[in-house]
């Protein structure tokens, strides 16, 4: 069982974990939604499926092995993200959204 | 169980054959949904638990639809929950298939694979029947047996191909119900009455692909279809094992106990 596409098991489940990310309509980005637990790939987007888009949520998944998400820490917090409030240049706040743009 | 109502074989067909064949329809899926819907809470993981009843609430939309549209065609009145909590069991037309109990997961699984693999081959075939109504919903339940049928198949898989214990299960579950596919493609003078009126549904050419599905997916899965043994019938003429009663006497008794209480 254990290869690239199946992530190791979890301590809290004897089967493997799983990321969700749902797209609710086309064009739009896939969002994260969840987690489920799964065997192997397929059973993850069954499983998917049943939890995160049987009421129409969704038109497209995608599952990624929890363990090949690689995550910032919250040490991480003030060099990664500090915003910078101090430099106006960094921030496109000059740029006039023209009329009838959706989806910015 | 055999009741002192017990029908012999049809030749004829009855006043209303198309009500009888809807019927037929219908009560798979009700029988079967109930059956799907004891796993709520105890299935084997949260997800499988959920997908279990999904799967179950689909049936059960299913056959208040289709028991609504066998109401209108009786023309007595009779609603769907009429048909559903005010029939006896000797009134029930489901396949015995559907009404074996859910035993344990393997059971519920090769009774779920038998039927679904069955299923979307009928209502493929029913949704281009000329009867608006039942063609409609016959493609409608189709995208949804579509589903069930990959995800009773993957289980299959993952049974037959999984550990010693799981595969002498499935096995075993599979060498159980065996018998009770064999109705799925007995056909009565019902059938032949309604065929006249333009449902035909060809029951030779479904058996031939369920098998091919069937022989597939237990290759597939390692397990061996048993070989041909006399069959079980009597479900389509009211003529159910014991475990009908039972289920039956669970799911009617709050409509019984409290006739047309709402909530």
């Known amino acids: 069982m254990a290869n690239e596409s ?36 397929e059973q993850a987007l069954q499983n998917a499926r049943d939890v995160y ?15 090949a998400i690689v995550a910032s820490t919250p040490g991480d917090a003030g060099p990664f993200f500090d915003p910078g409030n101090d430099k106006a240049y960094r921030h496109p706040q000059f740029y006039k959204v023209p009329r009838g743009v959706r989806g910015l | 169980m055999t009741t002192p109502h017990v029908a012999a074989p049809r030749q004829t067909p009855p006043a209303n054959p198309l009500f009888e064949y809807v019927l037929r329809i219908a009560d798979d899926r009700l029988v079967l949904g109930h059956r799907l819907s ?22 059960i939309g299913q056959a208040s639809a289709m028991l609504a549209l066998a109401g209108q065609i009786e023309g007595q009145g009779r609603t769907e929950d009429t048909l559903a909590y005010f029939r006896d069991e000797h009134e029930f037309r489901n396949a015995l298939l559907v009404e074996q109990p859910n035993g344990d997961f393997a059971v519920t699984i090769v009774r779920q694979f038998l039927f679904d693999a069955w299923s979307v081959l009928v209502l493929d075939a029913l949704q281009g029947v000329k009867h608006p109504q039942l063609a409609a919903l016959a ?8 589903y069930h049928l990959r995800h009773s198949s993957e289980w299959m898989l993952r049974l037959g191909d999984g550990t010693a214990e799981s595969h002498a299960r499935a096995q075993r579950a599979l ?5 009770f596919t064999g109705e799925l493609f007995e056909t009565d003078a019902i059938d032949a009455a309604v065929a006249a009126d333009g449902i035909a549904v060809d029951h ?5 692909r369920w098998q091919e599905i069937v022989a597939d997916v237990a290759r597939r899965a390692t397990l061996t279809l048993p070989g041909d043994a006399p069959m079980a019938t009597g479900g389509r003429r009211g003529r159910h094992s014991e475990h009908l009663g039972h289920m039956l006497a669970e799911m009617q008794i709050v409509a019984r106990s409290h006739p047309g209480a709402s909530w």
């Open chain 2, 175 to 179: 060498d159980d119900l065996w018998r």
């Open chain 1, 6 to 41: 199946t992530p190791p098991v979890t301590a809290d489940s004897q089967w493997p974990l799983w990321e969700v990310f749902t797209q609710s309509k086309q064009g739009a980005p896939h969002e994260h939604a969840g987690s489920v637990h799964a065997a192997d790939a």
């Open chain 2, 38 to 59: 004891e796993w709520c809470g105890h299935g084997p993981i949260l997800e499988e638990d959920i997908a279990l009843s999904n799967i179950a609430l689909d049936f």
């Open chain 1, 53 to 67: 888009a049987r009421r129409g949520e969704a038109t497209s998944l995608w599952i990624v092995p929890t363990s």
């Open chain 2, 139 to 146: 493609a409608k339940s189709l995208k949804e047996d579509r």
């Open chain 2, 204 to 208: 030779a050419s479904i058996r031939a």
